[in-house]
């Protein structure tokens, strides 16, 4: 009697054979759909694919203030970020630097495609708090401090806000002024 390995069944190992290439072709095929999908990703498809997702993030906005939190929703011009604090804060798009995923978070290639303007404009988001009379902050590029009051109306391209506290009175601003929208939600 031989002490020798057993001889492997020549069927087994056809077999183990066929699902070693199987799974090699699978990896390859998804390998091949993520290369593609990242060379036809978008930005507004990149942050459609993180809103869904929802991981942390830092954006880094005009001027170099950074705002961190969970991205929540992207509107047609804007994006909504959940704040540490529970704030839901509206960025808008063209005030956006870059996003970074934060350290820990699993991170991907941009791959989002979807390019469509889905979603509300900030000036319709901001005629509906005029009605509800709630508190805002807003803040712009440069801005020392944001303006903290009531908005208490919305026009076409103009914000009109009831400040609060030493600054009492009414600011007229123009919304290409205004980088963030930050509401107590």
Do not use: K
């Not at 990242?38 to 990149?46: F, K």
């Amino acid at each position: 009697m031989a002490d020798g390995p057993a001889a492997q069944d020549p069927y087994l190992a056809l077999g183990d054979r066929a699902r070693q290439e199987a799974e090699i072709a699978a990896r390859a095929e998804r390998r091949d759909r993520l290369e593609r999908a990242s060379e036809v990703a978008t930005w507004r498809g990149t942050l459609r694919d993180l809103a869904e997702r929802q991981p942390l993030v830092g954006l880094r906005l005009a001027g170099g203030s950074t705002r961190r939190g969970c991205l929540v929703a992207l509107g047609a011009d804007h994006v909504g970020v959940r704040a540490a604090g529970g704030q839901l804060v509206l960025v808008r798009l063209d005030a956006i630097h870059a996003l970074r995923q934060e350290p820990g978070s699993p991170t991907h290639v941009a791959t989002g495609d979807r390019d469509r303007i889905a979603g509300r404009h900030l000036i319709a988001v901001l005629a509906e708090l005029v009605e509800e009379r709630d508190r805002v902050a807003l803040a712009g590029d440069g801005w020392e401090e944001p303006l903290s009051g009531a908005l208490i109306g919305v026009g076409e391209d103009v914000l009109t806000l009831r400040l609060e506290g030493a600054e009492q009175g009414t600011i007229y601003l123009p919304l290409t002024a205004v980088t963030e929208v930050i509401l107590d939600r």
